[in-house]
């Protein structure tokens, strides 16, 4: 499977040992002696990579780069590379959410399956992402009163009894559902409950996702 792998560590020769590798195996590869390196010239996500990362970095450690990455909302897969056997540092790695984690020194085979099945997960996730984030933008192009009129529909509640909440008539309400459906490009109830809950309004009402 084609794409980038991000390499992040401190040891030059290895950097250069894993991307000749890596090359030869038919993978774009870019290199990083730190994790500050990286998050200054964060790659595109767009393109189905993944991220070999040094576990234990001078400076920005490992986990702290893969935390920055998570509150960035980052897809990118990490594979965490380290030189020791330490159980408590692979727990909390995948706890916080790693792909992967291979001791040094790693089979070129391993190593190899391991990127293939962070790359097949960063195309699913990506994809996952872009389709929410879509969600949310049509959302935000609700006005206030017609958000209120999404969130209450959701809630199963009928044009009566939304207009009697909001204090409006039930044409105005009509008015706003069908503007609400229109933004939101859907044809039924049933597909507006459905991509709300796939964003979280669903459970932000109190309704089960």
């Known amino acids: 499977m084609p794409g980038v ?4 560590d401190d040891d030059a020769s290895f950097r250069v040992a894993v991307e000749r590798q890596l090359k030869y195996a038919g993978y774009e590869v ?4 730190s994790a500050e390196e990286f998050l200054d010239r964060l790659p595109n996500e767009a393109v189905a990579s993944c991220i070999l990362l ?12 893969q935390s920055r990455l998570h509150e960035l909302r980052s897809t990118l897969p990490v594979i965490f590379l380290t030189g020791f056997t330490d159980i408590a540092l692979t727990v909390k790695a995948v706890k916080a959410g790693a792909h992967d984690f291979l001791t040094k020194p790693v ?15 960063h195309q ?13 933008h049509r959302v935000a192009l609700l006005t206030p009163r017609e958000q209120q009129v999404l969130l209450l529909i ?3 509640k009928i044009n009566k009894q939304i207009a009697q909440m909001l204090g ?11 503007r609400v459906m229109e933004k939101m490009q859907v044809h039924t109830v049933a597909e507006l409950v459905s991509l709300a809950e796939r964003i979280g ?3 932000a009402t109190g309704q089960t996702t």
Not at 30 to 33: N, T
């Open 30 to 33: 870019r290199a990083y002696s």
């Open 5 to 8: 792998v991000h390499i992040v």
């Open 168 to 178: 409006c008539t039930e044409r105005t309400v009509k008015a706003h559902r069908q």
């Open 124 to 136: 699913l996730t990506y994809d996952l992402k872009s389709k929410l984030d879509i969600i949310r």
């Open 54 to 65: 040094d576990a234990r970095l001078s400076g920005l450690s490992g986990l702290e780069l």
């Open 107 to 121: 089979s070129s085979e391993e190593l190899v399956q391991a990127i293939e099945r962070a790359m097949a997960y």
């Open 201 to 203: 309004l669903g459970s």
């Open 154 to 156: 959701i809630r199963g």
